[in-house]
């Protein structure tokens, strides 16, 4: 039994797809109620790194620990119970309706063979609600737009009601009004509920303006993990990313905001 002060702890952990090494002797530690942004060049390994945290993946060598017990001991209603998840692709073949797919999110809370409760349907209302969604309800979720797809995955997830959500690229198909409120809705859940998020974000600007903490990926490792206002330096983008900025601080905030510099 690990340590139960961090909600996440990996150790040693190294994981390879097939004979091609991809993350090697990770180790880190992921504290409750922080929204951690997962930054680094692509195929650096973060969308693994989010499969091995769902345990939809199991690590070559390491463990990793959840509320102080090795991940692999739960079971599959107990995480989906705890654990949700937003992928950047999402598709479905049937011709199910929108409120249909968000009520999938509440399965993981329901007793088998039992129907939903009405704090079921609640639930579902208000995600759909929160994701602007409310007036697609009926629609067959076939029938929507990549953005809107997004945006139902999204509500299902919220519906979930877990204490970790794990986002993959979850905002690259919408557009800046929709990802900015997405945004918006997901730090104050962190805020006032104590959601832990763990979101790979391509933009990092984004990154800095919502999260708390960033850990970046690179050369199969973690790199750095520090606050973001102090892990956005011209050394690390240069380093990690292969760009030149410059870094101005919020004076509200503290928060960075990245000037990329163009030749």
Do not use: W
């Amino acid at each position: 039994m690990n340590s139960p002060e961090y909600l996440f702890s990996i150790r040693n952990l190294s994981f390879s797809y097939r004979s091609t090494r991809v993350l090697e002797n990770i180790n880190i530690e992921l504290h409750r109620g922080k929204f951690y942004g997962l930054i680094g060049g692509n195929g650096s390994g973060k969308s693994t790194l989010l499969e091995l945290l769902m345990a939809t993946l199991q690590p070559d060598s390491g463990t990793l620990y959840y509320k102080g017990q090795a991940l692999h001991l739960y079971s599959r209603q107990e995480l989906a119970s705890s654990l949700a998840l937003v992928p950047q692709h999402f598709s479905m073949d049937f011709e199910y309706s929108v409120s249909d797919v968000v009520l999938m999110g509440r399965h993981p809370h329901i007793p088998r063979f039992s129907s939903p409760a009405s704090h079921d349907f609640e639930a579902v209302d208000i995600a759909m609600a929160t994701m602007d969604i409310s007036h697609l309800k009926n629609r067959p979720v076939i029938a929507l737009s990549g953005g809107e797809l997004q945006r139902v995955v999204m509500a299902r997830a919220l519906a979930q009601e877990t204490e970790v959500l794990i986002l993959d690229e979850a905002t690259s198909n919408l557009d800046i009004q929709h990802t900015i409120s997405i945004m918006k809705v997901i730090r104050q859940r962190v805020l006032d509920k104590g959601l832990t998020v763990i979101a790979a974000i391509h933009d990092l600007n984004l990154a800095a303006a919502f999260c708390d903490n960033c850990l970046v990926l690179k050369e199969k490792n973690i790199y750095a993990n520090a606050p973001v206002k102090d892990i956005f330096t011209p050394e690390l983008l240069r380093e990690v990313f292969s760009v030149d900025a410059q870094i101005e601080h919020s004076t509200k905030s503290g928060h960075p905001k990245i000037q990329f510099t163009y030749q």
